[in-house]
Structure formats: structure tokens, C-alpha cells
């Protein structure tokens, strides 16, 4: 009995020692700069416990003194910040043309942003690996030459990614049972640091949750735009993942249910069903819809240059562009309903050519919303996001530096 309790006791001290570490990191990172005595008032700590955690967080490079002191009555104080010299997650995000990668320290300053033309519908998965392998390679050449060191590195994913990181299926990438953590691992040659794989909304909520206008919001929704529309949702401050992780696929939603089956009103999804919102509001159906000259000379492969025409059009007044981003507003606005009524979110902000047309498709999707909601109206504001194209990136680069945030410190 006593060997057991002792054996219990320890691992509960160490636990409780990573959890206060989490508790002073999270301090400084909300209130920096603040003293040591600020931090043990304010989390409850006592001053020596916060004094010891301190001392290892500034030898392990999380923390620094800045040196500047507050003037109170009493002794001066040496203030805490984060420490954003040493450590660096990589975040990496599979666009409709693009591929994105985000570097960001500790302290959540960016560090580089780079961006690659990628035909992600058509490349498949090999060249996939290849490209994103690539791209890793050159960001963490970057990020080591400058004397940091990479803690992680996640991609985010436009379809279902199970616990091992692997893509069951990614209707808009044609992608079926494709185990990209593992192969992005070996293409990188076993790094040294982590390489994770979650969706590209999930990030994106994340992202959101930390670097957005509605950070902390505990019930927030991010919809990614993309090929695919994906869901990151958050519930009382927590990502709900489902059983197995394949929650949030809103873009396979029927929104077209009703009225009978045609081929403009009920348009074929990747997914191999019809209606879907992906097939009506993901960013090749967009241009589809709304410029249907732009596939004249070919198939579109490069998306930002229409979604800009479109946004052009819009601005200056054109009618059927107008009208045409009206109705799709109206179909987003219906799938968003039906997470509000499910989840009851405070805020639901929408990403990619969702947000850059936001002007003209979240009124309608607002008036939808309202339309087809239970609850009392003014529950809900639906928001462009503000983080541009490469939020799933950030996101990812964030949860790679997650481990060191839940308390744990880095390899040595
Ligand atoms: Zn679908």
C-alpha cells in the first residue's frame, strides 16, 4: 500500500509541477510584462513555487526578464515575458491552389510566411508529400540557420484525418486512405521534431482562438473556403472532434435538398453525392457559378485571380454577379443554421473566398440565418475572418508549439 501511494504521489507532483508551468506560461502570455510577484497573486501560486517554475522557464529559454522594472511603492520588480527567441512551430496548410507554410514562435510573432502555386485537386498524394517535404525542408533550414529550434510541425488537411494522422478520405483532393503524417515523416527523414496532421478547419479554429478579433470566445466556429468547406468547431472553449475525429465536415451538408434534381440547381460534389454545400459554396463552385466565362480556355487551376474579378464586379455593382453571390450567401446561411441551432455558437467566422466576399454573401447568409433559427435573432454574428488565406498555416504552427504550452518542456 505504501509503495503504491508513493508511486502516486509522485506522478501527481510531477503532473502538478507541468500544470503549474502551463498555468505561468499562459500568465505571461495573457499579461506580459508582469512580475513575479504579479503572477503569484494572480494565479494563486505561492512565491516560491512561482520563483522555482520562473527560473526554469528562463534557463529552458521560455521566459526572459526584459530588465524593465515597475515602479511601486516598495522594491522594484524584475518583469517577465515570453520568450519567443528559441523555439519555433512550423505550420504547413494544403490550399486550392497553394500550398502555405507559417513559421510563428512561442510568442505568436510570425516569423515567415511563404507560399507555393500547388494543383492540389489534381497532384495527388505523392507529389503532394513531395512538395509539402519540400517546403518543410526549406522553412526549418531557415528557421535552424537563424540559431531556433523547430518543435513541431502540423498540416492541415481540406477532408477527414483520423488519430494517426492518416487522410481517410479528402473528397477535394481525390485523396482515399492516404497515411500522410507517416509518409510526410519518412520524406523529411524522421525530422527529430513532430510532424502532425489534423484538418484544415480545425487549425483554422485554433487560429482563430488564439491570433483572431474573437480570440477566446468559447463557442466559435471557423468554416474554411476552400474546395472544401470544413467546420473547426469549438464548444465551451473546447475543439469537438467527434468519436473519430471526422466531425465538422459540414461542406457535404445538403443544402439543396428541396425542389427537384437539375444539374444548375443540384450540382454534383466531390464527394459523389448532389447538393452538397461544398458543391454550391467551395471556391471552384463559386467561380463556376458566378463567372461561368472563366472556364473558357481551359480548366481553372488558379483561383485567386477570378475570386479577385469577381470581387471587382461586385464592388462596381454587376447584377448577375451580384445576384449569383445573393443565392450562395442564402445556401451558406442555411448550413450555418443548422449549426446554430445544434451548437448555439457566439460567433461563426468564415475563411478564404468566404471572407473575401464577404460583402455580398454574409448579408444573405445572415438573413437565412435568422430566417431558419429557432433561437431568438441576435444570437450569433457571422463574421469574415480576419487572418487571410494562411490561417490553418498559423494554426498548425501553433499547435506544434501545443505540448510546450500544456507545460512540458522541450528536449534539451
Ligand atoms: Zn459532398
Redo the contacts with the bound molecule.
Keep these: 500500500m505504501i509503495s503504491i501511494d508513493r508511486s502516486v504521489q509522485t506522478a501527481d507532483l510531477g503532473d502538478v509541477r507541468v500544470a503549474n508551468r502551463a498555468v505561468v506560461l499562459r500568465h505571461v502570455r495573457l499579461h506580459a510584462p508582469c512580475s513575479r510577484a504579479d503572477v503569484a497573486a494572480r494565479t494563486g501560486l505561492n512565491k516560491a513555487t512561482v520563483s522555482s517554475l520562473v527560473g526554469e522557464l528562463i534557463e529552458r529559454g521560455l521566459l526572459r526578464e526584459t530588465g524593465l522594472t515597475e515602479n511601486r511603492v516598495g522594491r522594484p520588480a524584475t518583469m517577465l515575458v515570453l520568450d519567443g527567441a528559441r523555439y519555433v512551430g512550423l505550420g504547413l496548410q494544403i490550399g486550392a491552389d497553394e500550398l502555405v507554410v507559417v513559421a510563428a514562435d512561442l510568442s505568436g510573432e510570425r516569423l515567415l510566411t511563404w507560399r507555393r502555386a500547388f494543383a492540389a485537386a489534381t497532384a495527388g498524394p505523392e507529389e503532394t508529400v513531395r512538395a509539402l517535404a519540400a517546403l518543410a525542408r526549406r522553412a526549418t533550414s531557415r528557421v535552424t540557420g537563424a540559431g531556433r529550434t523547430v518543435l513541431g510541425l502540423t498540416v492541415g488537411v481540406p477532408g477527414l484525418v483520423d488519430a494517426d494522422g492518416a487522410v481517410p478520405l479528402a ?1 477535394a483532393l481525390g485523396w482515399r486512405g492516404v497515411p500522410l503524417a507517416a509518409e510526410l515523416r519518412r520524406a523529411l527523414r524522421e525530422p527529430g521534431f513532430p510532424v502532425g496532421v489534423d484538418t484544415d478547419a480545425n487549425l483554422a479554429v485554433s487560429a482563430e482562438l488564439r491570433h483572431g478579433p474573437y480570440a477566446g470566445t468559447a463557442d466559435l466556429v471557423h468554416l474554411t473556403g476552400g474546395l472544401a468547406v470544413g467546420a473547426g468547431l469549438v464548444s465551451g472553449g473546447r475543439l469537438l472532434r467527434g468519436g473519430r475525429g471526422f466531425a465538422g465536415e459540414i ?2 451538408l445538403p443544402v439543396l435538398a428541396d425542389g427537384p434534381p437539375s444539374a444548375t440547381a443540384d450540382p454534383a ?3 459523389g ?1 448532389r447538393g ?1 454545400l ?2 454550391v459554396a467551395g471556391v471552384d463552385a463559386v467561380v463556376r457559378r458566378v463567372l461561368p466565362d472563366a472556364a473558357q480556355d481551359g480548366p481553372v487551376t488558379d483561383y485567386l485571380p477570378e475570386i479577385e474579378r469577381i470581387q471587382a464586379l461586385a464592388r462596381a455593382g454587376d447584377e448577375p454577379v451580384r445576384a449569383g453571390l445573393t443565392e450562395i450567401g442564402r445556401q451558406l446561411g442555411h448550413a450555418v443554421s443548422v449549426l446554430v441551432d445544434l451548437l448555439d455558437p457566439e460567433v461563426v467566422v468564415v475563411g478564404g473566398h468566404l471572407a473575401t466576399l464577404a460583402p455580398w454573401l454574409l448579408p444573405a447568409a445572415r438573413a437565412e440565418v435568422a430566417a431558419r433559427t429557432l433561437a431568438p435573432p441576435g444570437g450569433v454574428r457571422l463574421e469574415p475572418s480576419t487572418l487571410g488565406s494562411a490561417a490553418s498555416a498559423l494554426g498548425g504552427a501553433t499547435a506544434a508549439l501545443a505540448t510546450v504550452e500544456a507545460g512540458q518542456l522541450p528536449a534539451a
Excluded: F, T
Aim: with cysteine; proline share 10%; hydrophobic share 20%.
Design positions: 473528397p461542406g457535404h460534389c466531390r464527394c453525392r452538397c461544398a458543391a
